[in-house]
């Protein structure tokens, strides 16, 4: 069974910084694509960054230049380094991964940590 579990969230003041974690089970990271994505209450779930088995990243304009997703080999977990936090990054994040099966995408969620950013 796949599982994924979040941790790092809290609450920190404007320009201040967090990282979160993903570990997984069940799945070798490096050869997947993994996000992070974010859900601010009464707003649709938005796609923060991805790192594909590549290496390859990718990062929602809000977050360039102040977010770093990263992959640990080693303990099969990706990071997400949150920098110069805003107060709307505040949001619950979520790390997801997928897998091609007989009956097509099936996508896996931890259970989401919440990041609080005061002004």
């Known amino acids: 069974q796949v599982q994924l579990v979040e941790s790092g969230g809290g609450l920190v003041q404007s320009g201040g910084s967090l990282r979160l974690s993903c570990a997984a089970s069940g799945l070798t990271f490096n050869t997947h694509t993994v996000g992070w994505y974010r859900q601010a209450p009464g707003k649709q779930r938005e796609l923060v960054a991805d790192i594909r088995g590549s290496g390859t990243t990718n990062y929602a304009d809000s977050v360039k230049g102040r977010f770093t997703i990263s992959r640990d080999d080693a303990n099969n977990m990706v990071h997400l380094q949150l920098s110069s936090l805003k107060p709307e990054d505040t949001a619950v994040y979520y790390c997801?991964?997928?897998?091609?099966?007989?009956?097509?995408?099936?996508?896996?969620w931890g259970q989401g940590t919440q990041v609080t950013v005061s002004s």
């Open positions: 997801n991964t997928y897998q091609i099966s007989w009956s097509g995408r099936i996508d896996y």
